[in-house]
């Protein structure tokens, strides 16, 4: 389960084509889908033996970041370096309601206003300390205060009495979290100015689901400590394992932490290492990796290999087309819309969803793996998801009837914006396996067959790192931007498209989408009939709009040496968002 959202995975971005590049065949059926819905969700279970080491491959065509923070963390593949030594405060069942059964307990009390989270006696961060009050609060002051630029602070996390002016630097400290037993106790007792439906479920966004040391960090100054050693190069956890060393950007070496509160780990040694998705199915062929995903477009190159179980899961996440619109006012902590930026035009950017062939790009190139979708609320929220959205099927008459009725007409071979001004657009999107190119190349043709003068920025498809800085920073080169979400278990849609919300890059900002916003999580929410009405409004109401259009969503098969024991992709079995680690081993 995922406690909030990621470009590309706590919700992190990844590109929109990346699932579907392919190299070697590419099939024409839907063959894969049908296979990887007979696949389990978790390995066979088995009788663990203790020790051995696992080799996990973090699928990337560049080196992960290495941010090892939860709070300060906005990409899926810091999330997957980090995960065997990561661990949330929170369990839940396999429907993402939080349970007693982790790190932590949860008291949800409506009437007073507060969530009261204690940390159970025993979890220790890997040096031996008990995690403490201080270290729950902790991660509200690193999300909150400015210094540290911290991209997952949001409006939800406002409804925290005096959240807002300890962020505003108008407070020095954040006077809706309460320690009752002082900082080395182990409760916390947040206050909130309104409680919210979604409070019982992880990734509802509202109050945090992770512990930061803050007896390893409170001598680093906020804004040193995303770039600090305590982040980058020794980063301090309670999970089961513990970093014993990092090589940058490329593979991270765990070993047991002996004080994890839930027992000795089974293994003695796991290895998440960088692979190249253009190595990644030989990689699995050679069994150079114990844990592997798929690349989907490689599906017939793998799917018989000898002596591993394939696992698989409809992951929550989606990939989407996006349209920069505004800006993000760092001093204010908004997003401004511009209204007279050239994507600013509903016309255009429905003309250019339509213009995209997704379900034959699905189809030919990952055998049925991925698979258009219509919605921003993917299936897997049950009947939060309103599949009578239509959605933008490939419909090129339809796309030049719009452009045409709007005013964009054609002046030679590119088309022109109404008000006569050429119309060069700049898209955004990330390189990955080695047919991205082709792919992307396939989508800008078919706006090219609308009239519409598409190009990528600078030429050619952007390497990860400075793709992410592009979007979070509004460069003024991109117009739009293929990019993906991975999903809170929440579906709650305020830290990703409210106005305060550094994480809407698209920047748009409406009075309607405020208001949905706000209805979808309000008192008359706590009726759930009420909260899915809102929820197929809101859906309704962006799909109309178009400022962030989904693209694809894709099974995520994984092949498990089937030596090992132990690995699941339930929720239940999940935290964090990750394997839970302690419980995987070889079998006797």
């Known amino acids: 389960m995922k406690k909030s959202k990621l470009l590309g995975s706590v919700g992190v971005v990844t590109a929109a084509a990346l699932a579907l590049v392919a190299c070697g065949k590419s099939g024409n059926d839907n063959s894969g889908a049908s296979e990887a819905k007979k696949f389990p969700a978790a390995t066979p279970k088995k009788a663990v033996k203790q020790g051995g080491t696992v080799n996990v491959a973090l699928e990337s065509d560049t080196p992960f970041t290495g941010i090892f923070s939860d709070e300060l963390q906005t990409v899926s593949s810091d999330s997957e370096a980090a995960a065997p030594g990561n661990e949330s405060l929170f369990d839940t069942d396999d429907h993402y309601k939080i349970n007693n059964k982790g790190a932590a307990t949860m008291k949800f009390d409506r009437a007073n206003k507060t969530v009261t989270i204690t940390v159970k006696k025993g979890v220790k961060w890997a040096d031996g300390k008990q995690v403490n009050a201080k270290d729950l609060e902790y991660p509200y002051e690193i999300l909150a205060n400015k210094k540290t630029q911290a991209q997952r602070y949001s409006s939800q996390l406002e409804e925290i009495e005096g959240m807002k002016e300890y962020h505003e630097g108008k407070a020095n400290k954040i006077s809706g979290i309460e320690m009752p037993d002082g900082e080395n106790g182990r409760t916390i007792v947040i206050h909130f100015k309104e409680m919210k439906p979604g409070m019982y479920y992880s990734g509802n966004g509202y109050f945090w689901e992770a512990a930061a040391p803050y007896h390893y960090l409170k001598d680093v100054p906020f804004n040193k400590l995303q770039s600090s050693d305590q982040i980058r190069k020794r980063p301090l956890t309670f999970g089961p394992f513990k970093v014993s060393k990092i090589v940058r950007g490329q593979s991270v070496t765990y070993v047991p932490n002996k004080y994890y509160w839930r027992g000795k780990p089974k293994l003695n040694k796991v290895t998440v290492q960088v692979v190249s998705p253009n190595s990644a199915s030989q990689a699995i ?162 706006w090219h067959k609308l009239g519409l003068n598409v190009s990528l920025t600078g030429g050619r498809l952007t390497e990860a790192n400075s793709f992410y800085d592009k979007v979070q920073n509004d460069d003024p080169s991109v117009d739009m931007f293929l990019a993906g979400w991975n999903l809170a278990s929440e579906p709650s849609q305020a830290s990703m498209y409210g106005e305060t919300s550094p994480m809407n890059y698209s920047r748009f900002v409406t009075s309607k989408n ?74 006797k």
Do not use: C
Request: charged share 20%; aromatic share 12%.
């Open 285 to 446: 062929k050679s069994h150079k990796f114990d844990i592997a995903q798929v690349i989907n477009s490689q599906w017939n190159q793998v799917k018989d290999t000898k002596s591993v179980n394939f696992v698989a899961q409809i992951p929550l996440s989606y990939n989407y087309l996006a349209f920069k619109v505004g800006k993000w006012d760092a001093k204010k902590g908004v997003n401004v819309m511009d209204k007279s930026s050239k994507m600013n035009n509903k016309s255009l950017r429905q003309a250019i969803a339509y213009g995209m062939n997704i379900a034959a790009v699905d189809k030919r190139y990952t055998q049925g793996l991925s698979f258009p979708v219509k919605t921003l609320i993917p299936a897997q929220f049950g009947d939060y998801h309103d599949s009578s959205v239509k959605g933008y099927s490939y419909n090129l008459k339809k796309a030049n009837q719009i452009l045409d009725k709007a005013g964009y007409k054609k002046k030679g071979k590119w088309r022109v914006q109404p008000n006569g001004k050429p119309l060069k657009i700049k898209l955004l999107a990330m390189s990955g396996n080695s047919t991205q190119e082709p792919i992307i190349q396939n989508y800008i043709q078919q």
């Open 514 to 587: 405020n208001k949905l916003l706000d209805e979808m999580d309000s008192q008359k929410s706590f009726n759930h009939k009420y909260r899915v009405d809102k929820f197929h409004e809101w859906q309704q109401y962006m799909n109309d709009e178009a400022y962030v259009v989904p693209t694809s969503n894709a099974y995520t098969v994984t092949a498990v040496n089937n030596k090992i024991t132990g690995f699941s992709t339930k929720p239940s079995q999940n935290n964090n968002g990750h394997q839970l680690w302690y419980q995987v081993g070889y079998a």
